[in-house]
């Protein structure tokens, strides 16, 4: 997907679930990541985060483009 979509920011794949478990975005029935998107600053923090409630929850795009344009 990287390559396809030419991405420049790093993606995350964490099919042993480790990183899903330690963000807490494990969905409790279905074994799987709840919807969720992160937003790291430069100094490695947290500086937004969405977590879906379903597969269908997710933020809208500009909301996500506001958030990045907030992050300095």
């Known amino acids: 997907m990287v390559v396809e979509m030419n991405l420049t920011y790093p993606v995350v794949s ?9 963000y807490g ?3 409790p029935t279905e074994g799987i990541s709840r919807p969720a998107m992160f937003i790291i600053d430069k100094e ?3 500086a ?3 977590v879906g409630m379903d597969a269908s929850d997710r933020p809208a795009a500009e909301r996500v483009l506001n958030e990045l344009r907030a992050v300095k």
């Open 14 to 22: 964490d099919s042993y679930r480790g990183l899903i478990r330690e």
């Open 25 to 27: 975005v494990l969905h």
């Open 44 to 46: 490695g923090r947290i």
């Open 48 to 50: 937004w985060q969405y």
